[in-house]
């Protein structure tokens, strides 16, 4: 039976390349919503020729006459958001059923001075976020100190919430970091104005969404990041301040549990991460510069280089437990063509001991050495394969291994960026 509801997690550290597998699948959808995160996110699409970037919007946005939801447990930036709409008005995308939540949470610029501030008194432990606020923005939110985008609706709230905010945050500014803060002019020069551009798609999105799934439309969940940097179930405390997991799909968009009908992983064929952290299979020699180059693995949000590695079995063990996987999505398959052999790690070596599950205690896992099981590659370049046949045997054999180390189904294998370069393995999962 195909169900109406799909969720999309990233298994790993981020960066898995859901953007391109959520507007694979938006063709099918008519509602998408993006769940969790902010700018911190990039999710890049190939249509045609044309790539295009995105932070806030879901994938689905370019799409003609989707619906497409940014929901309550997203952190906006007004400024950045409404440059980005205006970016796709320019390129003649125009999303007319846009809706943001009004329960959405706004980032303002003393956050992203914070988070530029507390990354520097981290020194040698810094976490490596992006710089855009995301952290404080959502520390605001759980102090219950948060500007939400409803709040801008009416004006004498508004300036009655953020004189409240401003002198606590330039007190902060003031005591600890000795650094001058934020007035209301310096919020109406840009922030407020176009937090204010905003209010025409404000809606209560968790009432739409009911009313879409109770007329029985196809609904995709997209999340931002990965599992292995959830702030929970990551690799704590290098991980992002949201849960990209699909239990954050309920929270973030405001369904039930059982509205999640199906929970759809996606993996690269290797293993990369950005920032700080523990990364057992990461790779310091030339076959990780190769597949950095190969892969174009630097940030969409950042440009910085992406830490390169093997397959982490372990991980992504970890993620389909957590996540309910019913099937994963490979991505950037086709970099791994012209390696001789291809290496995923099953278990990690900890001193005498075998551990077969992720570890919470990141001083373990520092010491932790991958246990791996080498498979032979293939030289053949299999970006333009239509089907599974039409993979090398080595390919194929390495889609089979992935199935039973994790005991999950493989849907989809992605060869390329474009949208046709997509070989459909499964197409009951949604």
Known sequence: MKLSTLAVVGSQWGDEGKGKITDFLAERADVIVRYQGGPNAGHTVVVGKDIFKLHHLPSGVLYPGKICILGNG?????????????????????????FISDRVHLIMPYHKKLDELEEKVRSGNKIGTTMRGIGPAYVDKIFRLGLRSGDVQNENELREKLAFILQMKNELFAKLYDVQGFTMEDLEEEYLPAARMLLPYLADTPVLLAEEMEKGSKVLFEGAQGTMLDIDHGTYPYVTSSSPVSGGACIGAGVAPFQIGTVLGITKAYTTRVGGGPFPTELKDHIGDMIREKGKEYGTT???????????????????????????????????????????????????????????????????????????GWEEDISEAKNLQALPPQARNYISFLEELLRVKIALVSVGPRRDQTIVLNDKFY
């Open 74 to 98: 997203m952190v906006l930036d007004p400024v950045t958001l409404c440059s980005e709409l205006n970016n796709l008005k320019e390129r003649g995308v125009v999303p007319d059923k846009l």
């Open 302 to 376: 950042t440009g910085r280089p992406r830490r390169i590695g093997w397959l982490d079995g372990v991980a992504l063990r970890h993620a389909c437990r957590i996540n309910g996987f019913y099937y994963l999505a490979i991505t950037l398959f086709d970099v791994l063509s012209g390696l001789e052999t291809i290496k995923v790690a099953t278990a990690y070596q900890y001193g005498s001991q075998l551990l077969e599950h992720f570890p919470a205690n990141l001083n373990i896992l520092e010491k932790c050495n991958p246990v791996y099981m080498e498979l032979n």
